[in-house]
Nanobody
Framework: QVQLVESGGGLVQAGGSLRLSCVLS????????MGWFRQAPGKEREFVAS????????YYGDSVKGRFTISRDNAKNTVTLQMNSLKPEDTAVYYC???????????????????WGQGTQVTVSS
């Protein structure tokens, strides 16, 4: 069974940076497209970024384009979200997700993913 474990969340001032990591275990990492979503209190879960199995294709939500970068290391079973120029509105619980099916959409939905991590809190103070 696939397990995802996120790390790297925390408290940062506006304009700062954080790096989230997610490790997949229990299956072959390179067979999964990966994504990051976030959910703020009282809001729906929001697509942040996704990356194809090979790492050759990436997509971003409009609110994070130009500030966040998703990458993966298939040798280390790890997907990373580098977050720069953080804003208070980036405050949320961030979730790592894995998709067994190929991700065709530039804005995949939560239902496109089969497995989820437990989430890591990111708080950006103004």
């Amino acid at each position: 069974q696939v397990q995802l474990v996120e790390s790297g969340g925390g408290l940062v001032q506006a304009g700062g940076s954080l790096r989230l990591s997610c490790v997949l275990s229990g299956h072959i990492f390179s067979m999964y497209g990966m994504g990051w979503f976030r959910q703020a209190p009282g809001k729906e879960r929001e697509f942040v970024a996704s990356i194809s199995r090979s790492g050759g294709t990436t997509y971003y939500g409009d609110s994070v384009k130009g500030r966040f970068t998703i990458s993966r290391d298939n040798a280390k079973n790890t997907v990373t979200l580098q977050m720069n120029s953080l804003k208070p509105e980036d405050t949320a619980v961030y979730y790592c997700a894995a998709a067994r099916s190929i991700l065709y959409s530039s804005s995949p939905k939560a239902d496109d993913f089969d497995s989820w991590g437990q989430g890591t809190q990111v708080t950006v103070s103004s």
